[in-house]
């Protein structure tokens, strides 16, 4: 497998390039209008990837995408959730679609909390077999935190509602194996995770099921202590989000 991460790390943002390594057909996840459209044109040519589709996770607040743009140059589908509002032209995604790329698949999940429209991504290699290699979580779970719940809508009774299905879709990612890599789209400080959220870009199942503190609460704790433990969002969030849901940078 073809495995190029992209970061920022002023905003604590990753984006990646994943391809087959035989065919190079492969996927752009989460781009970042920080690093540019034209680096990850020159980075998936560097790598020999025929980049067939530019997905993202869920629509950005804290940041501007590329993803349109990068679509449009590369003229490949912009693919998002479809529950996502989106008005530019993209391909709809949901629950248990599969992406194929040579011999990698993705497997898309949704795991919606942080916004309505978040998905997460299993990638599998049939090369070495069907069990699940890496999961792109997105803003659900993160390194040590989670995503916080409040940025798509700020009605108090949203954010009560949008915690509790956070914490459904993160104990369904549970349901992968302990070796499962964890590549999310934040690490550090960024604003869209909590005061736990680790420096480290990426993790395993496994160790977030043993270290991770919201998984080891009940339903009703988890809540209190998500709304609890917010953070001041992002600065000027909804317009960010407003961009990129017109897809005009």
Not at 162 to 177: G, V
Not at 206 to 216: D, I, K, Q, V
């Given at each position: 497998?073809?495995?190029?991460?992209?970061?920022?790390?002023?905003?604590?943002?990753?984006?990646?390039?994943?391809?087959?390594?035989?065919?190079?057909?492969?996927?752009?996840?989460?781009?970042?209008?920080?690093?540019?459209?034209?680096?990850?044109?020159?980075?998936?040519?560097?790598?020999?990837?025929?980049?067939?589709?530019?997905?993202?996770?869920?629509?950005?607040?804290?940041?501007?995408?590329?993803?349109s743009e990068l679509s449009a140059a590369l003229d490949v589908p912009h693919a998002i959730s479809v529950h996502a509002?989106?008005?530019?032209?993209?391909?709809?995604?949901?629950?248990?679609d599969l992406l194929e790329f040579g011999m990698l698949t993705a497997e898309v999940w949704e795991t919606p909390g942080?916004?309505?429209?978040?998905?997460?991504?299993?990638?599998?290699?049939?090369?070495?077999?069907?069990?699940?290699?890496?999961?792109?979580?997105?803003?659900?779970?993160?390194?040590?935190?989670?995503?916080?719940?409040?940025?798509?809508?700020?009605?108090?009774?949203?954010?009560?509602?949008?915690?509790?299905?956070?914490?459904?879709?993160?104990?369904?990612?549970?349901?992968?194996?302990?070796?499962?890599?964890?590549?999310?789209?934040?690490?550090?400080?960024?604003?869209?995770?909590?005061?736990?959220?680790?420096?480290?870009?990426?993790?395993?199942?496994?160790?977030?099921?043993?270290?991770?503190?919201?998984?080891?609460?009940?339903?009703?704790?988890?809540?209190?202590?998500?709304?609890?433990?917010?953070?001041?969002?992002?600065?000027?969030a909804q317009q960010t989000r407003e961009k990129n849901l017109a897809g005009t940078y």
């Amino acid at each position: 497998m073809i495995w190029l991460t992209m970061h920022n790390p002023e905003l604590g943002c990753s984006s990646y390039v994943i391809a087959d390594e035989v065919t190079g057909q492969g996927l752009i996840v989460d781009p970042l209008a920080a690093v540019g459209t034209e680096a990850y044109v020159l980075a998936a040519q560097d790598a020999g990837v025929d980049v067939t589709m530019v997905v993202e996770t869920h629509v950005h607040a804290d940041h501007e995408s590329c993803a349109s743009e990068l679509s449009a140059a590369l003229d490949v589908p912009h693919a998002i959730s479809v529950h996502a509002p989106a008005v530019f032209a993209h391909r709809d995604l949901s629950d248990k679609d599969l992406l194929e790329f040579g011999m990698l698949t993705a497997e898309v999940w949704e795991t919606p909390g942080h916004t309505p429209d978040s998905i997460s991504l299993i990638i599998r290699d049939l090369r070495r077999g069907t069990t699940p290699w890496v999961v792109l979580t997105g803003d659900s779970l993160f390194v040590g935190d989670v995503g916080r719940p409040d940025l798509a809508d700020a009605d108090e009774g949203a954010i009560q509602s949008a915690a509790r299905t956070q914490y459904q879709s993160i104990h369904r990612l549970m349901e992968l194996n302990d070796g499962t890599e964890v590549w999310p789209a934040h690490y550090g400080s960024s604003p869209c995770g909590g005061i736990f959220m680790n420096k480290s870009p990426h993790s395993t199942i496994g160790y977030e099921r043993e270290a991770n503190p919201f998984l080891a609460m009940d339903e009703d704790t988890f809540v209190d202590q998500t709304l609890r433990l917010l953070k001041p969002p992002p600065e000027n969030a909804q317009q960010t989000r407003e961009k990129n849901l017109a897809g005009t940078y």
